[in-house]
């Protein structure tokens, strides 16, 4: 295969001129975005995408492991809201041309090529190619948007039978939805979310024992298990559910923390790691055993997690609004040296 023109190299400058800032700017995606991932199943490293930003190849892949996936540089694709991801073989946004709508959880199984050029478009709208951020040029679109979707599945990976709601919905039993026969209690093991929608979901029926909110699609239930405080098994164990809007609350959940991130021990997201919630502060990160521990970051949609080199949110500081598989990319050292943090919201 040839690797002489992928696209990761595009990747790793944006996210270099990141971080030649002690902050990360939140880029705004309100019409929906894509979120591209170096491994299959939504996992590895990734790279946020919003409506207009596009990219072109021009180099070889950096080797500092911001991208570690070299074989097929995009492992999987999450297409959130109304977005249509156009893929081209060649420079230049040129040559065979693949357009994707909806989450694609392997691209080796459709695609077996670097990527030479991509652009994220609005599905009702157009957008000009920007020559540079100034003069960048938006068409809102016209028509209506949908507020989106959620898809249960039976199985992982978003395979099996599903269950699909396109709107606001209270499930008490999932032995009994709608008109299905199908006893879908303990059943569930992926989760899709499309556009303006979050899901609670509860261990028992009738929204009753452990309960825990996600904001975007889980490929593996069993990953979850980052997300809980108490990290319990969620696959195969959900028996009721609410389906809400991406920023309100639930009516049987009120007071159900909001998931912000995970912190992990190693590169890679990998080692041990310890899940964030909306408006977490500690102050001393060697009270919960974390002291300079720190080497790899996610952050949720819609939040900002602030990391200190001293306790008491004291020293230098750093902002993330989007995942970071190693601290060893920033300027400075911030590998095993964070020692205070604090959660908040972009907005």
């Known amino acids: 295969m040839n690797h002489s023109r992928p696209i990761c190299s595009v990747i790793l400058l944006l996210l270099l001129s990141f971080l030649s800032t002690s902050s990360i700017a939140q880029p705004n995606i309100e019409n929906g975005h894509a979120v591209l991932y170096s491994g299959q199943n939504y996992s590895g490293a990734s790279y946020r995408l919003v409506p207009g930003e596009e990219m072109d190849a021009t180099g070889q892949l950096d080797s500092t492991g911001l991208w570690p996936s070299q074989e097929y540089m995009v492992g999987s694709i999450e297409i959130h809201g109304d977005v249509v991801l156009h893929l081209y073989n060649d420079l230049g946004f040129q040559g065979n041309l693949m357009k994707v709508s909806q989450s694609i959880s ?84 992926s989760i899709y979310i499309k556009g303006d929608y979050s899901v609670i979901l509860f261990q ?98 819609g939040f900002k997690i602030i990391l200190y080199q001293a306790k008491d949110f004291g020293g230098e500081s750093i902002t993330l609004d989007i995942h970071q598989p190693t601290m060893k990319s920033f300027p400075g050292d911030w590998n095993d040296t964070v020692s205070s943090l604090k959660v908040v919201r972009s907005q």
């Open 204 to 301: 028992d029926a009738n929204f009753k024992g452990h309960s825990l909110r996600i904001d975007e699609s889980v490929s593996n239930l069993k990953d979850l298990r980052r997300r809980d405080p108490k990290k319990r098994n969620w696959n195969d164990a959900v028996s009721s559910f609410e389906i809400i809007p991406k920023n309100g609350d639930g009516l049987y959940s009120k007071g159900q923390p909001r998931y912000a991130g995970t912190i992990y021990e190693d590169a890679n997201f990998q080692g041990g790691y310890m899940a964030l919630y909306d408006g977490q502060q500690v102050s001393n990160l060697r009270d919960k055993r974390w002291n300079d521990k720190l080497s790899s970051v996610m952050v949720e949609r």
């Open 106 to 189: 392997d691209m080796r199984r459709i695609r077996n090529r670097p990527i030479g050029s991509l652009r994220l478009l609005l599905t009702a709208g157009v957008y000009s190619a920007p020559q540079s951020q100034a003069s960048a040029t938006q068409v809102r679109p016209t028509t209506s948007i949908k507020v989106g979707e959620v898809r249960m599945y039976e199985n992982g990976g978003f395979n099996g039978q599903s269950l699909t709601f396109d709107k606001l919905e209270i499930v008490g039993d999932l032995n009994r939805v709608g008109q299905s026969r199908a006893r879908w209690n303990d059943r569930i093991s």
